[in-house]
């Protein structure tokens, strides 16, 4: 069976056909990870256990009553807002860089592709939180699905804005691309998501601060490096004020 056919037949098919999340902890990249920390320190061991921990997840009852929306609340970009004023209806998320099987996956695949719901806090650099309840896509299927490839470090997540002139990208290691709070939201407190937070997919990535949790999301990129990426250190805010690359909580 050839690639063109595979590709047809599992994205312009039904659905998403994605391995379960069994599968992708056992997959060889996340393996090669753990051995590195594994060889390294003790502390760095430490470091590499801690950081696939769960961030605290809540109850509804906890939910904000106001989640704030900050930095961009509307793309002014014409490929965004083309796809808005549609609803969305031919939209893509484009999934390529190192990869062997670059996708292009439609809105409604990705909400009928396995799905996990996380109520979880968003800590804002700014100073303010608010709790809220998020669905979406674990990031480790869609990658293992596009098959990452071993050489591939980083994950790199393209907005549709710009943010005071500037296009607004984050970045993440594998460690947290493989993360099981790691998803690629469409959905939020049972909700389509707005435009304000993000429309019509966003990264939630749950162990870091605010301004990791990538809105507007449009194309996703596997990486070696990422140098030569915009500023080349790894987001719009690390490249434009100096913020952590890791902006653990
Ligand atoms: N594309 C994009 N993503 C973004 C931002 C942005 O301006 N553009 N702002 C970041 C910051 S600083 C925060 S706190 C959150 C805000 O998400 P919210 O609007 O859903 O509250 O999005 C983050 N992701
Ligand atoms: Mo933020």
Request: net charge positive; with cysteine.
């Amino acid at each position: 069976m050839t690639i063109i056919t595979r590709r047809h037949a599992l994205i312009g098919g039904a659905g998403l056909m994605l391995a379960g999340c069994d599968r992708i902890t056992a997959s060889p990249t996340v393996r090669r990870v753990l051995t590195l920390g594994e060889k390294a320190t003790m502390s760095a061991q430490h470091l590499v256990t801690d950081r696939h921990a769960l961030a605290p997840e809540f109850t509804r009852a906890d939910l904000s009553p106001v989640f704030r929306e900050n930095g961009s609340r509307r793309p002014a970009a014409p490929d965004w807002t083309g796809h808005a004023a549609a609803g969305f209806a031919d939209w893509r998320l484009m999934v390529g860089g190192m990869v062997a099987h670059p996708l292009a996956v439609s809105l409604a695949q990705l909400r009928t592709a396995p799905a996990r719901t996380q109520i979880t806090r968003h800590d804002c650099v700014e100073g303010w939180s608010a709790i809220g309840e998020w669905t979406g896509v674990p990031l480790g299927l869609l990658l293992k699905r596009a098959g990452l490839s071993s050489n591939a470090r980083y994950i790199v997540f393209h907005c549709a804005d710009d943010y005071a002139g500037q296009p607004y990208y984050e970045s993440i290691d594998l460690v947290d691309a493989f993360h099981p709070q790691t998803i690629l939201a469409h959905t939020m407190n049972g909700q389509p998501l707005s435009v304000g937070h993000g429309a019509p997919l966003r990264l939630r990535v749950e162990r870091q601060l605010g301004y990791k949790q990538a809105k507007y999301v449009m194309r996703i990129e596997a990486v070696a490096t990422l140098a030569g990426i915009h500023g080349g250190k790894g987001g719009y805010w690390e490249d434009h004020s100096g913020y952590q690359w890791y902006a653990g909580i």
